[in-house]
């Protein structure tokens, strides 16, 4: 069964500093890895996610993750942040299993200081 | 366009008292499905997930069960509520093996 962890319940970065949120997942074949983002009282938002090919992704607003089968990670990063981007954000790795079932990380909590 | 309509936003419970959460897609067919509840300070657990019209996975053996009487239509019910049910419960919609969740706004449930 896959499982995820993000080892950051929460981190504080000012504003027009790089981000980096951990993600580190556990899978036995290729995962699916994605990034989502929950702003408070409301659903997720996919940011991100990675399939197959470049390890390198891109996203929305900015936002870029790695993939990493040696240290099984898939960590977000930001070059600048702004006080927008406060909010939760949680990491996901899917497995195509009877309808492609989704487990999610226990999430990030983000906030940007001034 | 597709959309998820999840309802109510808001419910306040005593315990012991039933549950029905409702959670319709629109605009497309044969979605997967899922229930996921976030306890405060914590992540997403999957509940439920589905398939197909009548067609259920449990995640985690708990005092809820979920259906699916329609092809676009999840329902989240209990008989009796404890409190450990208070939390935050999201449906999710994806199309075939390999793609994103789309969430819908989500149901903020408290158990007195």
């Known amino acids: 069964a896959q499982s995820v962890t993000q080892p950051d319940i929460h981190i504080t970065v000012s504003e027009g500093a790089s981000l980096e949120l951990r993600c580190n997942y556990s899978?036995?074949?290729?995962?699916?890895l994605f990034w989502y983002v929950q702003s408070p009282g409301q659903g997720l938002q996919l940011l991100l996610k990675y399939f197959s090919g470049d390890t390198l992704v891109q996203g929305i607003k900015g936002f870029e993750a790695e993939f990493k089968r040696s240290q099984s990670s898939f960590n977000l990063r930001k070059p600048s942040v702004h006080w927008s981007d406060a909010a939760e954000y949680f990491c996901?790795?899917?497995?195509?299993?009877?309808?492609?079932?989704?487990?999610f990380g226990a999430g990030t909590r983000l906030f940007v200081k001034a | 366009s597709q959309t998820i309509h999840q309802w109510p936003a808001t419910l306040v419970q005593p315990v012991g008292s039933p549950l029905s959460l409702e959670c319709t897609v629109e605009?497309?067919?044969?979605?997967?499905l899922y229930w996921y509840r976030q306890a405060a300070g914590r992540g997403l657990q999957l509940l439920f997930y589905?398939?197909?019209?009548?067609?259920i996975s449990s995640e985690v053996p708990q005092n809820l069960s979920a259906s699916r009487p329609q092809d676009r239509q999840f329902i989240l019910s209990s008989k009796k509520l404890l409190l450990s049910d208070s939390g935050f419960y999201l449906c999710?919609?994806?199309?075939?093996?390999?793609?994103?969740?789309?969430f819908g706004s989500g149901t903020q449930l408290s158990v007195l």
């Open positions: 999710a919609w994806s199309l075939g093996t390999v793609e994103k969740l789309f």
């Open positions: 589905s398939v197909g019209i009548g067609q």
């Open positions: 899978y036995g074949a290729t995962p699916y």
């Open positions: 996901a790795v899917g497995a195509p299993s009877g309808g492609f079932k989704t487990i």
């Open positions: 605009g497309t067919s044969n979605p997967n």
